[in-house]
């Protein structure tokens, strides 16, 4: 069974700070999903790697894929309260191309 | 363009009766997937429509199923509902249903079972 764990499951940080969130698996992924989900709301994707090494950026959102492709790290510069939310990693199955979803981390980013 | 709505957004029942959900995507995409969140858990995959047939389905007893309709709408239906069965069942809409295809998320129906 593919599993998927993201730490830290909780995370509370001030306006400002740095913080890395990691979504990690022993299975091989095809490709990797990140997504933020907000209270009441679905999630939404913000980015996929694809291949491994790969790294992306949206803003001050900076996405790795480990070189193995199973495992990738999300990490946030300079976090602002709109950064708060839900972050869940979803890997694309090498059998099955379906989706593995982790637990999610929840951040919180105090004024 | 709209995006994927879900009804009701809340719903209290008790345990042993059944529960229709309701999901219409938006518009254009022909595939629906539906999923189960709970703290801790995460997302588990229910099943997937397309076309009004079901592709693929996740490792849910048979008390949990689903239909879609001709212009794409789907509902998942509970029934015998247990006490476990309280979360928030998304679900996600696309144009082909493959997990390269970006998947859109409706904001969820929250399911109470007392």
């Not at chain 1, 979504?23 to 989900?37: I, K």
């Not at chain 2, 629906?32 to 969140?37: N, T």
């Not at chain 2, 076309?51 to 239906?77: A, D, H, V």
């Not at chain 2, 809409?93 to 859109?104: I, K, L, V, W």
Request: charged share 15%; aromatic share 10%.
């Amino acid at each position: 069974t593919q599993l998927l764990e993201q730490s830290p499951q909780f995370l509370s940080i001030q306006e400002g700070e740095n913080l890395t969130v990691y979504c990690n698996s022993s299975s091989v992924f095809s490709s990797l999903q990140w997504y933020r989900q907000e209270p009441g709301e679905g999630p939404v994707l913000l980015v996929t790697v694809v291949t491994g090494g790969e790294v992306k950026k949206l803003k001050r959102l900076t996405f790795q894929f480990g070189d193995a492709r199973k495992d990738s790290s999300l990490h946030i510069t300079a976090a602002q309260p709109g950064d708060t939310g839900l972050y869940l990693c979803a890997g694309e199955s090498d059998s099955n191309y379906q989706l593995i979803w982790g637990a999610g981390t929840k951040l919180i980013i105090k004024p | 363009k709209a995006g994927v709505t879900q009804t009701p957004r809340y719903l209290i029942k008790t345990r042993g009766q059944q529960v229709t959900l309701s999901c219409s995507p938006i518009s254009g995409h022909r595939s629906v997937s539906w999923y189960q969140q709970t703290p801790g858990q995460g997302l588990q995959f229910l099943f997937e429509y397309f076309s009004e047939t079901q592709r693929n389905k996740g490792n849910f007893p048979g008390r949990f199923s689903g239909r879609q309709f001709s212009n794409s709408r789907s509902e998942m239906n509970v029934s015998t509902l247990e006490l476990g069965d309280s979360a928030l069942y998304l679900c996600a809409s696309s144009s082909t249903g493959f997990s390269t295809d970006t998947q859109y998320f409706g904001p969820g129906t929250r399911l109470t079972v007392l």
